[in-house]
Every structure is written in C-alpha cells, then in structure tokens.
C-alpha cells in the first residue's frame, strides 16, 4: 500500500498545515447531548458561556469536499438525498479502533435513542462505517480507516515509501 503525506498545501501565499478544528453551528443548548455522555462521549470545556470545546482530541486526518450525491449514495444507497431529512452542510467521521467496534459503536449510539440513518458496512474503498444525522442536520460517520491507523512492523516497507504495492483508494479515487 503507497501512502502519500502532504505536509503543507500552498495556494498564493497560503499555508495549510492541517485542519484545526470542526464542528457544528449549534442552534440549541440541547445540542450538547448528542456530542458529550449523551452520545459520541466527547469530554466538553465551556470556556465562555454557550461554547463547548475540546481542544485535546487528535487531529483531523483527512478534509474532504464530499458532494451530495455521494454522500445520499453511500448512506442510503441512491444518489437523491431525502426530502425527509435535512440537507447535511457538512460532514464528520470519528475512526475507531477496528471494523468490528464500528457496529459496537453504532449499537450504543441506538442505545441512547440515536437513529442511525446505515448500520455499520464494509464500503467499496475497504472503510468500515455507520451514519447518523446530528440535530444541527451533520452528516456523522463512525468508522474505521485502516489506511489511517498507526502501520504495524509488517507495514514498514509501506512506510518508507515502497511504491510497488497497490494504493489504497479514499472515496472518488480511481487508480
């Protein structure tokens, strides 16, 4: 497997190291359970009055323009996005540590009363995920991207940049 690192993105003057933060434009105090003990678990600091942060979680390993007709697809299986939901305005994925603890994840999100919009499956591109839809209309993935995750010893010539072996491929990516 090649794995390609872009340490910085250049545009003009413009240096992008890497995605900083995300989140959503909450609309409602009541938001907070859906990110915190009421659902992903995601210890949260107010430092000012409304405004929920975590500034200690891992960065973002991947940001991605996903069009909708891809994300309607590998959510609910058709390239419309349902008049019944909201439209997303943007997207989240939480990886976890293995394709099995994406279905253990998703069963404890329903457990909480979170409606998942796809049960945890394996995608085309090797990603194991499940989707839910936030309150503020947040397309949110858990997942496990292998690709991601730390290499292990049987890894190491990937690594060091041995090009033979095939690369793996992130959704939209042909070889």
Wanted: hydrophobic share 40%.
């Amino acid at each position: 497997m090649v794995r390609v690192s872009v340490l910085r993105c250049t545009l003009g003057a413009m240096e992008i190291s890497f995605v900083a933060g995300f989140g959503p434009i909450t609309r409602d105090a009541g938001a907070r359970a859906f990110w915190s003990a009421g659902g992903l678990g995601i210890p949260l600091d107010e430092p000012a009055p409304g405004y929920l942060t975590n500034d200690s979680l891992d960065g973002v390993k991947a940001f991605a323009l996903w069009p909708l007709d891809q994300a309607a697809e590998s959510t609910f299986g058709t390239s419309q996005w349902p008049d019944s939901r909201p439209v997303p305005q943007a997207w989240v994925e939480f990886d976890v540590a293995s394709h099995e603890a994406v279905a253990e994840a998703a069963a404890e999100l329903v457990g909480l009363g979170h409606e998942l919009l796809r049960e945890a499956h394996l995608e085309p591109w090797g990603q194991t995920t499940a989707r839910l839809q936030s309150p503020e209309g947040l397309l949110v993935g858990i997942s496990h991207t292998p690709w991601m995750h730390k290499a292990s010893a049987d890894d190491a010539d990937d690594e060091t940049g041995d090009d033979s072996a095939e690369a793996a491929l992130s959704p939209g990516q042909t070889s």
